[in-house]
């Protein structure tokens, strides 16, 4: 029965035209040919990293900016156009992109300094050495190539959060140490007060080029995505006003290509599976929901224990008037009934005040006249997810 359902399923799919023609054109990782918006940045780059077509080293780049500003593409762009030209002329150069979350190198400097060895050619065991010592093979094998070596760490903030800065002092110091080679640095992060945390000394070897990459306003994301668009879609699928409506949602928090991205691939998928042959703004409408929905029960799911409970503590009271101190009571009875530790109420109001920091729960401070101030407590969640949530955090918790 069931069997003959998904036949009946795959059948049809099979027969029914696709919208897309290549749905992989709105994926993050898509690389596009043509960067729209970014002339005078890639310019900028380019005359800062010119000097390696003539053997001498270039300074470190600092790259920053909010998610979805085209910090990746546009440096791995003018990476591939400054390798090729290099090739062209005989110039020894070799560039190693590596990112620092996506390629799982974070964790330790070991493996960083491992990962960059690979790259290299270098066969590094995985685990085993003194950190130490895989930094020395490391440097050996970069004098060895007697090229500039640009190496770009793309998401360097997260390489700092798990090792310090120790490492970002290494390596772009690392020069002074070889006889052969000569090592650039270039780091990249959406975190704009990155630099901020950085010890002074690393911070001004990191930075001595520092480059803000601003959010896009709607029209460019307008002229991004329908470039983007025709790539994707059969022609007529997607109309230019829903172009320029996907462009305006996506630049009302600030202007993030990636997210505009989204939007229109779900549309198109939500479009498709209905088996509309058009994307309109309804579809637009289901899709941003539907992201948003991702995004919140992500949040929730990624969150420690402990916050978790309170959460769940706030969820179960569902009140208008619930205060730090109900929601303690609960907390504190569920903590005994499912065995987790009971925290202070002092870093149950921490956790609550995070919660409403990531918009989960809103905590509003009130005047009670002459008893006081007092913070009122409560949901604050798209009411589509309220029962998703629920049952991540009842199964948790055993209730
Ligand atoms: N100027 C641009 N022209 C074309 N596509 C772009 C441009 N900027 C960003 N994109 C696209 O938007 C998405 C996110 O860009 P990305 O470079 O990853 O941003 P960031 O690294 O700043 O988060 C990618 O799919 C990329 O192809
Ligand atoms: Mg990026």
Known sequence: MIQKTLDNLFEEFLTKESIFTCKGALQAKYQPKNLLHREELVKELAS???????????????????????????????????????????????IIYVNIKLDRVADTEYRLFAYLGEQLGATIPTTGLPTSHVFD??????????STIIVIL????????????????????MTGDLKHSKVCIIGITNDLKFLDTLDPRVRSSLSEEEILFPPYNALQLRDILARRAEIAFKSGVVDQAVVRKCAARAAREHGDARKALDLLRVAGEIAERAGDTKV?????????????????LETVKSQPR???AVLFSIMRLNGEEVTTGDVYDTYRHMCMNSGLSVLTQRRVSDLISELDMLGIVSAKKKSLGRYGRTRFISLHLPSVVHGNIHEVLSSEFGM
Not at 71 to 93: C, E, H, N
Not at 137 to 146: G, I, P, Q, S, T
Not at 282 to 288: N, Q, V
């Open 48 to 94: 800062i990293l010119a000097p390696t077509l003539r053997d001498e080293l270039p300074s470190n780049i600092f790259i920053y900016g909010k998610t979805g500003t085209g910090k990746t593409s546009v440096i791995r762009w003018i990476a591939d156009q400054l390798s090729s030209k290099a090739g062209s002329i005989d110039v020894r150069l070799k």
């Open 137 to 146: 093979v490391f440097k050996r094998e970069v004098d060895a190539k007697d």
């Open 280 to 296: 309109v703004e309804k579809h637009l409408d289901i899709a941003e929901d539907r992201i948003d929905f991702d995004r919140v």
């Open 154 to 173: 793309d998401e360097v903030d997260r390489l700092i959060s798990k090792t310090g800065d120790e490492v970002l002092y290494n390596l772009t110091r």
């Open 306 to 308: 402990q916050s978790k």
